[in-house]
T-cell receptor, first 114, second 113 residues
């Protein structure tokens, strides 16, 4: 089975721009979660989607949004980029988000905001 | 809410030394507990997990036991190798379904020959 894929792997943007990141989960997985990883804050949960519905949301401003398509692929969007949005964005998939299922992570998208 | 506290790093050990990375948690009910590892430039990989009290997760020589009485899930390995150098994350997923994963801050391990 192919793993979780994320595109692009690296991205450089300037302040004020917007960006869209993509995640393709493992085949058959219906839950996709997004995390932001920074040296200062560690791994912070952004949101989780299951069957095209957002089920959980972390404490991020409304500039951060996401969606999930019928094939379980997911995108996250960040509008009006700020310097502090520079981070590694990780996507993780699982068959479901019940407590017995671990999450499988993609390699991440490294976003740099200049 | 749920939280995970793990020991600060970095931890530097010589090859073949014994490793312990402490992890304690706060959660209601009976969460599942995980250890993930992140190698440089890569995403997180599940190292081991335990889903109920007294369960022992193990993989690649690493072990951790789910201790509900002390709300702990310490990671141990008897003899580390240079290839174990990575960042280790303790994490939990709350019980009751549809729960997000809460991660600790990560502990960087460096093993020197």
């Amino acid at each position: 089975k192919a793993g979780v894929t994320q595109t692009p792997r690296y991205l450089i943007k300037t302040r004020g721009q917007q960006v869209t990141l993509s995640c393709s989960p493992i085949s058959g997985h219906r839950s996709v979660s997004w995390y932001q990883q920074t040296p200062g804050q560690g791994l912070q949960f952004l949101f989780e989607y299951f069957s095209e519905t957002q089920r959980n949301k972390g404490n991020f401003p409304g500039r951060f949004s996401g969606r999930q398509f019928s094939n379980s692929r997911s995108e996250m969007n960040v509008s009006t980029l700020e310097l502090g949005d520079s981070a590694l964005y990780l996507c993780a998939s699982s068959p479901d988000s019940t407590s017995y299922n671990e999450q499988f992570f993609g390699p991440g998208t490294r976003l740099t905001v200049l | 809410g749920n939280s995970v506290t793990q020991m600060e790093g970095p931890v530097t050990l010589s090859e073949e030394a014994f490793l312990t990375i402490n992890c304690t948690y706060t959660a209601t009910g009976y969460p599942s507990l995980f250890w993930y590892v992140q190698y440089p430039g890569e995403g997180l990989q599940l190292l081991l997990k335990a889903t109920k009290a007294d369960d022992k997760g193990s993989n690649k020589g690493f072990e951790a036991t789910y201790r509900k009485e002390t709300t702990s899930f310490h990671l141990e390995k008897g003899s580390v190798q240079v290839s174990d150098s990575a960042v280790y994350f303790c994490a939990l997923m709350g019980s009751g379904g549809y729960q997000k994963v809460t991660f600790g801050t990560g502990t960087k391990l460096q093993v020197i020959p």
